[in-house]
Protein backbone atom coordinates (compact mmCIF):
# COMPACT_ATOMS: atom_id res chain seq x y z
CA UNK A 1 0.00 0.00 0.00
CA UNK A 2 0.92 3.07 -0.93
CA UNK A 3 1.85 6.04 2.16
CA UNK A 4 -0.32 9.59 0.66
CA UNK A 5 -0.73 12.76 2.09
CA UNK A 6 -4.22 14.93 2.62
CA UNK A 7 -2.77 18.10 2.05
CA UNK A 8 -4.31 19.82 -0.38
CA UNK A 9 -1.18 21.28 -2.44
CA UNK A 10 0.49 17.52 -2.27
CA UNK A 11 -2.27 15.34 -3.30
CA UNK A 12 -0.92 13.55 -5.55
CA UNK A 13 2.27 12.62 -3.19
CA UNK A 14 2.63 8.57 -2.58
CA UNK A 15 5.15 6.63 -1.35
CA UNK A 16 5.89 3.05 -2.02
CA UNK A 17 7.20 1.43 1.16
CA UNK A 18 8.20 -1.42 -0.67
CA UNK A 19 10.32 -0.27 -2.90
CA UNK A 20 14.08 -0.26 -2.70
CA UNK A 21 14.54 3.28 -3.07
CA UNK A 22 14.67 4.74 0.26
CA UNK A 23 11.30 6.60 1.32
CA UNK A 24 13.24 10.40 1.96
CA UNK A 25 14.61 9.61 -1.96
CA UNK A 26 11.15 9.21 -2.89
CA UNK A 27 10.16 11.91 -1.26
CA UNK A 28 12.51 14.83 -2.65
CA UNK A 29 11.80 13.25 -5.99
CA UNK A 30 8.43 13.32 -5.79
CA UNK A 31 8.38 16.90 -4.45
CA UNK A 32 10.68 18.04 -7.24
CA UNK A 33 8.40 16.89 -9.77
CA UNK A 34 5.80 18.76 -8.21
CA UNK A 35 7.37 22.02 -8.05
CA UNK A 36 8.76 21.34 -11.54
CA UNK A 37 6.26 20.42 -13.36
CA UNK A 38 4.27 23.41 -11.49
CA UNK A 39 1.68 21.52 -9.54
CA UNK A 40 2.95 22.96 -6.16
CA UNK A 41 3.77 27.07 -7.31
CA UNK A 42 6.84 29.12 -6.65
CA UNK A 43 6.03 30.80 -3.13
CA UNK A 44 4.06 27.92 -1.70
CA UNK A 45 4.70 26.75 1.87
CA UNK A 46 5.12 23.37 2.44
CA UNK A 47 3.32 21.76 5.16
CA UNK A 48 5.46 21.40 8.47
CA UNK A 49 7.69 18.27 8.82
CA UNK A 50 5.74 17.02 11.67
CA UNK A 51 2.68 17.13 9.81
CA UNK A 52 3.73 16.02 6.73
CA UNK A 53 5.84 12.81 8.58
CA UNK A 54 2.27 11.94 9.86
CA UNK A 55 0.35 12.45 7.20
CA UNK A 56 2.45 10.05 5.13
CA UNK A 57 3.16 7.91 8.42
CA UNK A 58 7.12 8.00 7.63
CA UNK A 59 9.45 9.57 9.92
CA UNK A 60 10.15 13.09 10.89
CA UNK A 61 13.89 12.70 10.05
CA UNK A 62 12.84 10.90 6.52
CA UNK A 63 10.80 14.64 5.53
CA UNK A 64 13.52 16.53 7.08
CA UNK A 65 15.99 14.36 4.92
CA UNK A 66 14.28 14.89 1.59
CA UNK A 67 13.57 18.72 2.98
CA UNK A 68 17.43 19.34 3.56
CA UNK A 69 17.94 18.16 -0.35
CA UNK A 70 15.68 20.06 -1.74
CA UNK A 71 16.70 23.06 0.20
CA UNK A 72 20.73 22.02 -0.76
CA UNK A 73 19.74 21.99 -4.77
CA UNK A 74 17.90 25.18 -4.24
CA UNK A 75 14.06 24.03 -4.87
CA UNK A 76 12.63 25.41 -1.70
CA UNK A 77 14.27 27.67 0.72
CA UNK A 78 13.78 27.42 4.82
CA UNK A 79 13.43 29.72 7.27
CA UNK A 80 14.06 29.52 10.77
CA UNK A 81 10.20 29.41 12.51
CA UNK A 82 8.19 30.19 9.27
CA UNK A 83 8.63 26.87 7.63
CA UNK A 84 9.47 25.73 3.98
CA UNK A 85 8.66 27.40 0.77
CA UNK A 86 8.67 26.50 -2.56
CA UNK A 87 11.35 28.76 -4.08
CA UNK A 88 10.50 32.03 -6.29
CA UNK A 89 13.45 31.93 -7.68
CA UNK A 90 12.98 29.03 -10.25
CA UNK A 91 13.14 30.57 -13.86
CA UNK A 92 9.75 30.77 -15.83
CA UNK A 93 11.27 29.56 -19.00
CA UNK A 94 12.68 26.73 -17.15
CA UNK A 95 9.09 25.79 -15.72
CA UNK A 96 7.48 26.34 -19.19
CA UNK A 97 10.16 24.14 -20.85
CA UNK A 98 9.65 21.36 -17.98
CA UNK A 99 5.96 21.53 -18.62
CA UNK A 100 6.09 21.11 -22.65
CA UNK A 101 8.36 18.13 -21.96
CA UNK A 102 5.58 16.43 -19.96
CA UNK A 103 3.53 16.95 -23.38
CA UNK A 104 5.46 14.53 -25.70
CA UNK A 105 5.11 11.47 -25.22
CA UNK A 106 8.56 10.78 -27.57
CA UNK A 107 10.51 12.03 -23.98
CA UNK A 108 12.35 14.78 -25.43
CA UNK A 109 10.35 17.57 -26.99
CA UNK A 110 10.96 18.43 -30.80
CA UNK A 111 13.24 20.53 -31.88
CA UNK A 112 15.93 22.48 -34.54
CA UNK A 113 19.06 20.94 -34.13
CA UNK A 114 21.55 22.79 -36.69
CA UNK A 115 24.16 19.43 -37.49
CA UNK A 116 26.51 19.55 -39.79
CA UNK A 117 25.52 18.55 -43.33
CA UNK A 118 27.75 15.24 -43.07
CA UNK A 119 25.64 13.87 -39.49
CA UNK A 120 22.78 14.80 -41.46
CA UNK A 121 22.80 12.13 -44.13
CA UNK A 122 25.17 9.78 -41.90
CA UNK A 123 21.74 10.12 -39.68
CA UNK A 124 19.69 8.28 -41.51
CA UNK A 125 21.45 5.34 -41.90
CA UNK A 126 22.58 4.61 -38.28
CA UNK A 127 20.35 0.57 -37.41
CA UNK A 128 23.09 0.22 -34.53
CA UNK A 129 24.86 -3.12 -34.34
CA UNK A 130 22.55 -4.12 -31.63
CA UNK A 131 22.48 -8.03 -31.16
CA UNK A 132 19.77 -9.23 -32.55
CA UNK A 133 21.16 -13.08 -32.75
CA UNK A 134 23.25 -15.05 -35.40
CA UNK A 135 20.48 -16.92 -37.85
CA UNK A 136 21.93 -15.96 -41.44
CA UNK A 137 23.22 -12.70 -40.50
CA UNK A 138 26.62 -12.77 -43.18
CA UNK A 139 30.26 -11.55 -41.35
CA UNK A 140 29.02 -13.59 -37.82
CA UNK A 141 31.12 -15.68 -36.59
CA UNK A 142 30.50 -18.68 -34.65
CA UNK A 143 30.67 -17.57 -30.94
CA UNK A 144 30.01 -21.10 -28.81
CA UNK A 145 33.10 -22.90 -30.15
CA UNK A 146 35.61 -19.70 -29.58
CA UNK A 147 37.98 -21.27 -27.05
CA UNK A 148 37.24 -18.59 -23.92
CA UNK A 149 39.02 -20.40 -21.46
CA UNK A 150 42.02 -19.85 -22.88
CA UNK A 151 41.20 -16.22 -23.97
CA UNK A 152 40.36 -15.77 -20.54
CA UNK A 153 43.47 -17.53 -18.67
CA UNK A 154 45.68 -15.08 -20.97
CA UNK A 155 43.65 -12.32 -20.10
CA UNK A 156 43.66 -12.96 -16.69
CA UNK A 157 47.21 -13.23 -16.67
CA UNK A 158 47.79 -10.13 -17.48
CA UNK A 159 45.57 -7.98 -15.54
CA UNK A 160 46.93 -9.93 -12.32
CA UNK A 161 50.01 -8.29 -13.02
CA UNK A 162 49.80 -5.25 -14.83
CA UNK A 163 52.79 -3.38 -16.13
CA UNK A 164 52.47 0.12 -15.41
CA UNK A 165 51.62 0.85 -19.43
CA UNK A 166 48.77 -1.44 -19.45
CA UNK A 167 47.01 1.29 -16.91
CA UNK A 168 48.59 4.51 -18.25
CA UNK A 169 50.56 5.02 -21.89
CA UNK A 170 50.07 2.39 -24.35
CA UNK A 171 51.79 2.95 -27.08
CA UNK A 172 49.45 5.14 -29.70
CA UNK A 173 50.42 2.06 -32.72
CA UNK A 174 49.65 -0.71 -30.56
CA UNK A 175 51.94 -2.81 -28.03
CA UNK A 176 55.18 -3.93 -29.93
CA UNK A 177 54.55 -7.97 -28.92
CA UNK A 178 51.08 -7.41 -30.93
CA UNK A 179 52.80 -5.22 -33.60
CA UNK A 180 55.32 -8.01 -33.96
CA UNK A 181 52.94 -10.93 -33.68
CA UNK A 182 50.71 -9.27 -36.55
CA UNK A 183 53.55 -8.39 -38.57
CA UNK A 184 54.94 -12.08 -38.50
CA UNK A 185 51.14 -13.59 -38.87
CA UNK A 186 50.27 -11.33 -41.82
CA UNK A 187 53.71 -12.32 -43.38
CA UNK A 188 52.92 -16.26 -43.28
CA UNK A 189 49.07 -15.77 -44.27
CA UNK A 190 48.61 -13.20 -46.66
CA UNK A 191 52.16 -12.97 -47.23
CA UNK A 192 51.80 -9.16 -46.53
CA UNK A 193 55.46 -7.97 -46.41
CA UNK A 194 55.68 -5.38 -43.45
CA UNK A 195 58.23 -4.39 -40.54
CA UNK A 196 56.23 -4.43 -36.93
CA UNK A 197 56.82 -1.20 -36.69
CA UNK A 198 54.48 -0.42 -40.13
CA UNK A 199 51.44 -2.38 -38.23
CA UNK A 200 49.62 0.27 -36.43
CA UNK A 201 46.70 -1.69 -34.15
CA UNK A 202 43.38 0.50 -34.00
CA UNK A 203 39.89 -0.22 -32.99
CA UNK A 204 38.15 -2.60 -35.56
CA UNK A 205 39.16 -1.98 -39.06
CA UNK A 206 36.13 0.14 -39.83
CA UNK A 207 38.61 2.52 -37.72
CA UNK A 208 41.35 1.73 -39.97
CA UNK A 209 39.31 2.67 -42.92
CA UNK A 210 38.12 6.11 -41.55
CA UNK A 211 41.83 7.13 -41.13
CA UNK A 212 42.67 5.92 -44.57
CA UNK A 213 40.20 8.03 -46.05
CA UNK A 214 40.81 10.91 -43.53
CA UNK A 215 44.20 10.60 -44.67
CA UNK A 216 43.81 10.70 -48.16
CA UNK A 217 40.48 12.46 -48.91
CA UNK A 218 39.93 16.75 -49.01
CA UNK A 219 36.37 17.77 -49.02
CA UNK A 220 35.32 17.64 -52.29
CA UNK A 221 37.47 14.96 -54.15
CA UNK A 222 36.36 12.05 -55.72
CA UNK A 223 37.25 8.37 -54.47
CA UNK A 224 36.78 4.99 -55.89
CA UNK A 225 35.03 2.55 -54.17
CA UNK A 226 33.23 -0.96 -55.32
CA UNK A 227 29.81 -1.15 -56.35
CA UNK A 228 28.51 -2.93 -54.68
CA UNK A 229 30.03 -2.45 -51.88
CA UNK A 230 31.16 -1.70 -48.00
CA UNK A 231 29.01 0.53 -46.45
CA UNK A 232 31.64 1.39 -44.36
CA UNK A 233 33.81 2.56 -46.62
CA UNK A 234 30.99 4.84 -47.71
CA UNK A 235 30.13 6.11 -44.81
CA UNK A 236 33.94 6.96 -43.65
CA UNK A 237 34.48 8.90 -47.36
CA UNK A 238 30.81 10.96 -46.68
CA UNK A 239 32.19 11.88 -43.55
CA UNK A 240 35.61 12.92 -45.19
CA UNK A 241 33.42 15.03 -46.83
CA UNK A 242 34.35 13.62 -50.32
CA UNK A 243 32.38 11.82 -53.14
CA UNK A 244 32.08 8.19 -53.28
CA UNK A 245 32.53 7.05 -57.23
CA UNK A 246 31.01 3.64 -56.91
CA UNK A 247 32.56 1.65 -59.68
CA UNK A 248 31.02 -1.13 -60.78
CA UNK A 249 32.79 -4.80 -60.74
CA UNK A 250 32.12 -7.80 -62.33
CA UNK A 251 34.08 -11.37 -61.96
CA UNK A 252 37.37 -10.69 -61.91
CA UNK A 253 36.67 -7.76 -59.32
CA UNK A 254 37.60 -3.92 -59.66
CA UNK A 255 38.08 -2.00 -62.98
CA UNK A 256 40.64 -0.09 -63.69
CA UNK A 257 39.37 1.51 -66.87
CA UNK A 258 35.86 1.88 -65.95
CA UNK A 259 36.84 3.60 -62.89
CA UNK A 260 39.10 6.18 -64.45
CA UNK A 261 36.49 6.93 -67.17
CA UNK A 262 34.57 7.64 -64.00
CA UNK A 263 36.73 9.83 -62.09
CA UNK A 264 40.05 9.74 -63.55
CA UNK A 265 41.40 12.35 -60.58
CA UNK A 266 40.56 10.34 -57.92
CA UNK A 267 43.65 10.18 -55.87
CA UNK A 268 42.47 6.57 -53.46
CA UNK A 269 40.87 3.40 -54.99
CA UNK A 270 38.96 1.43 -51.92
CA UNK A 271 38.80 -2.28 -52.94
CA UNK A 272 38.05 -5.54 -51.35
CA UNK A 273 40.57 -8.05 -53.58
CA UNK A 274 40.61 -11.28 -51.82
CA UNK A 275 36.97 -11.23 -51.64
CA UNK A 276 34.96 -8.66 -52.94
CA UNK A 277 32.29 -7.26 -50.39
CA UNK A 278 29.67 -8.66 -50.82
CA UNK A 279 29.79 -10.58 -54.14
CA UNK A 280 32.77 -12.51 -53.42
CA UNK A 281 34.95 -12.09 -56.35
CA UNK A 282 38.91 -12.36 -56.04
CA UNK A 283 40.02 -10.34 -58.05
CA UNK A 284 42.27 -11.59 -61.26
CA UNK A 285 46.02 -11.10 -61.14
CA UNK A 286 46.10 -8.78 -64.55
CA UNK A 287 43.73 -6.70 -62.66
CA UNK A 288 45.40 -6.45 -59.49
CA UNK A 289 49.15 -5.56 -61.65
CA UNK A 290 47.08 -3.15 -63.97
CA UNK A 291 46.04 -1.29 -60.50
CA UNK A 292 49.58 -1.22 -58.92
CA UNK A 293 50.68 0.08 -61.91
CA UNK A 294 48.53 2.85 -62.10
CA UNK A 295 49.22 4.24 -58.24
CA UNK A 296 52.91 3.96 -59.27
CA UNK A 297 52.79 5.79 -62.29
CA UNK A 298 50.14 8.50 -61.13
CA UNK A 299 51.19 8.65 -57.98
CA UNK A 300 47.98 7.19 -55.96
CA UNK A 301 46.96 4.89 -53.15
CA UNK A 302 45.03 1.62 -52.44
CA UNK A 303 42.93 0.81 -49.49
CA UNK A 304 43.23 -2.99 -49.16
CA UNK A 305 40.06 -4.41 -47.14
CA UNK A 306 41.52 -8.04 -46.42
CA UNK A 307 38.40 -8.58 -44.02
CA UNK A 308 37.91 -12.20 -44.06
CA UNK A 309 40.14 -14.20 -46.24
CA UNK A 310 41.59 -16.68 -43.76
CA UNK A 311 38.27 -18.42 -44.89
CA UNK A 312 39.17 -20.18 -48.17
CA UNK A 313 37.68 -23.29 -48.71
CA UNK A 314 39.55 -24.39 -52.20
CA UNK A 315 43.08 -24.36 -52.03
CA UNK A 316 45.50 -22.00 -50.34
CA UNK A 317 44.40 -18.58 -49.19
CA UNK A 318 45.33 -16.03 -51.56
CA UNK A 319 48.30 -13.77 -51.04
CA UNK A 320 47.69 -10.03 -50.10
CA UNK A 321 47.52 -7.18 -52.96
CA UNK A 322 49.89 -5.46 -50.58
CA UNK A 323 52.33 -8.93 -51.16
CA UNK A 324 52.49 -7.79 -54.51
CA UNK A 325 53.20 -4.13 -53.78
CA UNK A 326 56.70 -2.91 -54.57
CA UNK A 327 56.28 0.94 -54.93
CA UNK A 328 54.63 1.45 -51.03
CA UNK A 329 51.36 2.16 -52.74
CA UNK A 330 48.77 -0.27 -50.35
CA UNK A 331 47.28 0.44 -47.30
CA UNK A 332 46.43 -3.08 -45.79
CA UNK A 333 43.31 -3.22 -43.92
CA UNK A 334 42.92 -6.27 -41.58
CA UNK A 335 40.05 -7.15 -38.26
CA UNK A 336 39.99 -9.87 -35.90
CA UNK A 337 36.30 -9.76 -35.62
CA UNK A 338 35.64 -12.21 -38.08
CA UNK A 339 38.78 -14.93 -36.47
CA UNK A 340 37.79 -13.99 -33.14
CA UNK A 341 34.79 -11.90 -32.34
CA UNK A 342 33.39 -8.03 -33.07
CA UNK A 343 33.05 -6.90 -29.89
CA UNK A 344 37.25 -6.92 -29.18
CA UNK A 345 37.30 -3.64 -31.42
CA UNK A 346 40.64 -4.70 -32.20
CA UNK A 347 42.07 -4.14 -35.98
CA UNK A 348 44.95 -3.41 -37.91
CA UNK A 349 46.19 -1.37 -40.55
CA UNK A 350 50.08 -1.69 -42.40
CA UNK A 351 50.82 1.28 -43.95
CA UNK A 352 54.12 2.10 -46.30
CA UNK A 353 57.14 3.26 -43.75
CA UNK A 354 56.75 7.06 -44.74
CA UNK A 355 53.41 7.12 -43.69
CA UNK A 356 53.77 5.61 -39.95
CA UNK A 357 53.99 9.11 -38.41
CA UNK A 358 51.25 10.55 -40.49
CA UNK A 359 48.89 7.62 -39.11
CA UNK A 360 50.28 7.51 -36.09
CA UNK A 361 49.09 11.65 -35.31
CA UNK A 362 45.67 10.90 -36.73
CA UNK A 363 45.37 7.93 -34.47
CA UNK A 364 46.30 9.74 -31.61
CA UNK A 365 43.68 12.38 -31.83
CA UNK A 366 40.69 10.30 -32.43
CA UNK A 367 41.16 7.40 -29.14
CA UNK A 368 45.05 7.35 -28.46
CA UNK A 369 45.42 3.50 -28.07
CA UNK A 370 43.14 -0.01 -27.96
CA UNK A 371 42.94 -1.31 -24.90
CA UNK A 372 46.51 -2.55 -23.32
CA UNK A 373 45.28 -5.47 -21.72
CA UNK A 374 43.47 -7.04 -25.04
CA UNK A 375 46.34 -6.47 -27.05
CA UNK A 376 49.30 -8.29 -24.45
CA UNK A 377 46.70 -10.94 -24.32
CA UNK A 378 45.94 -10.86 -27.84
CA UNK A 379 49.85 -10.89 -28.83
CA UNK A 380 49.68 -14.33 -26.93
CA UNK A 381 47.14 -15.49 -28.84
CA UNK A 382 48.79 -15.27 -31.90
CA UNK A 383 52.03 -16.12 -30.92
CA UNK A 384 51.31 -19.22 -28.90
CA UNK A 385 49.25 -20.90 -31.74
CA UNK A 386 46.34 -20.51 -30.38
CA UNK A 387 44.45 -18.39 -33.43
CA UNK A 388 46.19 -20.31 -36.16
CA UNK A 389 44.29 -23.20 -34.37
CA UNK A 390 40.98 -21.46 -34.34
CA UNK A 391 41.11 -20.25 -37.74
CA UNK A 392 41.66 -24.00 -38.84
CA UNK A 393 38.39 -25.55 -37.20
CA UNK A 394 36.11 -22.97 -37.60
CA UNK A 395 37.56 -22.91 -41.73
CA UNK A 396 36.42 -26.55 -41.50
CA UNK A 397 33.16 -25.97 -40.00
CA UNK A 398 31.92 -22.80 -41.77
CA UNK A 399 33.16 -25.33 -44.80
CA UNK A 400 30.72 -27.84 -43.33
CA UNK A 401 27.99 -25.17 -42.94
CA UNK A 402 28.36 -23.99 -46.20
CA UNK A 403 27.62 -27.63 -47.68
CA UNK A 404 24.72 -27.91 -46.10
CA UNK A 405 23.24 -24.41 -46.48
CA UNK A 406 23.56 -24.35 -50.18
CA UNK A 407 22.25 -28.23 -50.47
CA UNK A 408 18.97 -26.98 -48.25
CA UNK A 409 18.46 -24.02 -50.25
CA UNK A 410 18.75 -25.95 -53.67
CA UNK A 411 16.66 -28.61 -52.49
CA UNK A 412 13.79 -26.27 -50.93
CA UNK A 413 13.79 -22.88 -52.41
CA UNK A 414 15.23 -23.47 -56.22
CA UNK A 415 11.68 -22.06 -57.13
CA UNK A 416 12.16 -18.67 -55.90
CA UNK A 417 16.50 -18.74 -55.21
CA UNK A 418 19.58 -19.74 -57.52
CA UNK A 419 22.45 -20.74 -55.05
CA UNK A 420 26.29 -21.59 -55.85
CA UNK A 421 28.59 -22.44 -53.34
CA UNK A 422 31.46 -19.37 -52.22
CA UNK A 423 35.02 -20.57 -52.38
CA UNK A 424 35.39 -18.62 -49.35
CA UNK A 425 33.72 -15.88 -46.94
CA UNK A 426 31.52 -16.31 -44.44
CA UNK A 427 28.13 -15.57 -46.63
CA UNK A 428 26.82 -16.67 -49.81
CA UNK A 429 24.43 -14.86 -52.43
CA UNK A 430 21.03 -16.51 -53.55
CA UNK A 431 19.88 -14.63 -56.35
CA UNK A 432 16.08 -14.30 -56.20
CA UNK A 433 13.94 -15.27 -59.41
CA UNK A 434 11.40 -12.97 -60.59
CA UNK A 435 8.88 -10.90 -59.55
CA UNK A 436 11.26 -11.42 -55.93
CA UNK A 437 12.07 -8.08 -54.91
CA UNK A 438 15.70 -8.84 -51.99
CA UNK A 439 14.61 -5.64 -50.12
CA UNK A 440 10.88 -6.89 -49.16
CA UNK A 441 12.32 -10.52 -48.35
CA UNK A 442 14.71 -8.26 -46.28
CA UNK A 443 12.36 -6.87 -44.29
CA UNK A 444 10.31 -9.95 -43.88
CA UNK A 445 13.06 -12.28 -43.14
CA UNK A 446 13.72 -10.13 -40.04
CA UNK A 447 10.38 -10.23 -38.88
CA UNK A 448 10.84 -13.82 -38.64
CA UNK A 449 14.07 -13.71 -37.03
CA UNK A 450 16.21 -14.34 -40.15
CA UNK A 451 19.37 -11.61 -40.18
CA UNK A 452 20.02 -12.27 -43.75
CA UNK A 453 20.60 -9.18 -45.96
CA UNK A 454 19.07 -7.96 -49.64
CA UNK A 455 22.52 -7.26 -51.45
CA UNK A 456 20.74 -4.01 -53.94
CA UNK A 457 21.35 -2.42 -50.47
CA UNK A 458 24.72 -2.85 -51.21
CA UNK A 459 24.34 -0.37 -53.92
CA UNK A 460 25.11 3.07 -54.41
CA UNK A 461 22.97 3.51 -57.47
CA UNK A 462 19.36 2.35 -57.88
CA UNK A 463 19.73 -1.41 -59.25
CA UNK A 464 18.08 -4.20 -60.80
CA UNK A 465 20.41 -6.83 -58.97
CA UNK A 466 18.26 -8.97 -56.72
CA UNK A 467 19.81 -11.36 -54.01
CA UNK A 468 20.17 -12.17 -50.73
CA UNK A 469 23.51 -12.14 -48.48
CA UNK A 470 22.88 -15.67 -46.23
CA UNK A 471 25.53 -15.93 -44.00
CA UNK A 472 26.02 -19.75 -42.69
CA UNK A 473 29.04 -19.12 -40.01
CA UNK A 474 27.77 -18.37 -37.14
CA UNK A 475 24.49 -20.25 -37.36
CA UNK A 476 24.28 -24.16 -36.47
CA UNK A 477 24.07 -26.97 -39.02
CA UNK A 478 21.31 -28.45 -36.90
CA UNK A 479 19.19 -24.80 -37.01
CA UNK A 480 19.88 -24.81 -40.74
CA UNK A 481 16.49 -26.95 -41.96
CA UNK A 482 14.12 -24.92 -39.35
CA UNK A 483 15.22 -21.80 -40.61
CA UNK A 484 15.11 -22.41 -44.56
CA UNK A 485 11.76 -23.63 -44.12
CA UNK A 486 11.00 -20.47 -42.27
CA UNK A 487 12.53 -18.29 -45.69
CA UNK A 488 10.87 -20.47 -47.86
CA UNK A 489 7.52 -19.73 -46.14
CA UNK A 490 8.48 -16.28 -47.01
CA UNK A 491 9.81 -16.63 -50.46
CA UNK A 492 6.18 -18.40 -50.80
CA UNK A 493 4.16 -15.52 -49.72
CA UNK A 494 6.22 -12.65 -51.48
CA UNK A 495 5.74 -14.21 -54.76
CA UNK A 496 2.15 -15.04 -54.18
CA UNK A 497 1.16 -11.28 -53.57
CA UNK A 498 2.78 -10.10 -57.05
C1 LIG B 1 33.84 -5.81 -45.72
C2 LIG B 1 34.03 -5.36 -44.31
N1 LIG B 1 35.02 -4.52 -44.02
C3 LIG B 1 35.20 -4.06 -42.77
C4 LIG B 1 34.38 -4.43 -41.74
C5 LIG B 1 34.59 -3.80 -40.37
O1 LIG B 1 34.92 -4.69 -39.38
P1 LIG B 1 35.41 -4.20 -37.94
O2 LIG B 1 35.30 -2.72 -37.86
O3 LIG B 1 34.53 -4.92 -36.97
O4 LIG B 1 36.84 -4.63 -37.83
C6 LIG B 1 33.33 -5.33 -41.97
C7 LIG B 1 32.44 -5.72 -40.88
O5 LIG B 1 31.47 -6.40 -41.01
C8 LIG B 1 33.15 -5.81 -43.31
O6 LIG B 1 32.15 -6.65 -43.60
Given at each position: ?????????????????????????????VL?E?I?????K????????????????????????????L??????????G??????????????????????T???L????I???????K??????G????????????????????E??A???????R??K???????????????????????G??????????????L?????????????????G???????????????????A???P??V??????????????????????????????????????????????????????????D??????Y?????????????????L????????M?????????????????????L??????????????????????G??????R?????????????????????????????Q??????????KP????????T?????????????G??????????L???FA??R????????DK????????S???
Open positions: MAYRTKNAHLASLSLDPDSIDPLHRQLFMRALDGRIPGVRLPSSRILASDLKVSRNTVLTAFDQTAEGYITSRVAGSYVSDQLPDDFLERRKKEQQTSGPKREHLSRMAQLRKQADDIYRGKNFSPGTPEFDQFPFDWRLLGRHWRPPEFLVGNPIGGSRVLREALADHLQTRAVRCTPDQVIVSGSQQAIHLVITAFAEADRIWMEEPGYPGIRNSILYGATVAPVDEEGFHLETAKKMAPEARLACISPSHQYPLGHTMSLPRRLDLLKWAREENRFILEDYDSEYRTGRPLSSLQGLDTDNRVYVGTMSKVFPGLRIGYLVVPPDLVDVFLSRKDVDGHSPAVAEAALAEFISEYLAAHIRMRLLYEQRQETLVSLLQEKASEYLSVTPESGMHVIAWTPLKDRDIEEARKAGLLLRCLSFYEKPTDKSGLIGGTAEDMPQLVLVYILKNQGQR
